[in-house]
C-alpha cells in the first residue's frame, strides 16, 4: 500500500492536442519560437496526376506476373473421350455413373470435358466402375480382371 502515489492528478475530459498543419511561414516560425516540436514534411506527389506518378508500379507489376505459379495442370482429353466411351459401353448416363463412384454429376461433367484437376481416387473409382484404364500408359484399354497364378 505505500507504493500508491496520492499527490498525482488524474485529469477526465481533457483532450491530446491534435498537430495543427500550417501552410504559411509565420505560423511555423511561431511555432519554433514557443518551443514547439515542429516536423515538416513535402508532399511528394502534390499536385500530380496519380494515375501516373511513374514506371516504378510497371516494374513492380511486371514482377508480379513473372512470379506467379503456374495453374494445376487439366485433365487430358484422352482420358475424357476413355471415359465417356467407357461409360457408353456399359449403358450408364452420366448420372448414373456419378452416383456409383459416390460424386456429383458435375464432377464427371467436369473429368469428360477437360476441365478437372486430376484426382487419383476419382479416377480409380472410374477405373473400377467402367473396366477402363485411364491412368498411366495405355490410356482407354479395357481392363482384365483380377491375375491369378
Known amino acids: 500500500m505505500s507504493s500508491v502515489d496520492w499527490d498525482s492528478k488524474l485529469v477526465i475530459g ?5 498537430p495543427k498543419v500550417t501552410r504559411n511561414t509565420s505560423d511555423l516560425n511561431a511555432a519554433r519560437r514557443a518551443g ?9 506527389t502534390a499536385g500530380s496526376n496519380k494515375a501516373h506518378q511513374g514506371t516504378d508500379h510497371q516494374k513492380i507489376a511486371k514482377l508480379d506476373r513473372e512470379n506467379e505459379v503456374a ?25 448414373d455413373c456419378a452416383q456409383k463412384i459416390n460424386e456429383k454429376p458435375s464432377v464427371l461433367q467436369d473429368y469428360e470435358s477437360g476441365r478437372a484437376i486430376p484426382n487419383p481416387q476419382i479416377l480409380a473409382k472410374l477405373e473400377r466402375v467402367l473396366g477402363v484404364k485411364l491412368r498411366g500408359a495405355d490410356i482407354g484399354k479395357k481392363l482384365e480382371g483380377p491375375k491369378k497364378s
Open 71 to 95: 495453374p494445376p495442370p487439366k485433365i487430358a482429353p484422352s482420358v475424357g473421350k476413355a471415359i465417356q466411351q467407357g461409360r457408353m459401353d456399359k449403358g450408364l448416363s452420366q448420372k
Open 36 to 44: 514547439a516540436v515542429v516536423g515538416t514534411d513535402k508532399k511528394i
Open 14 to 18: 481533457q483532450k491530446a492536442k491534435a
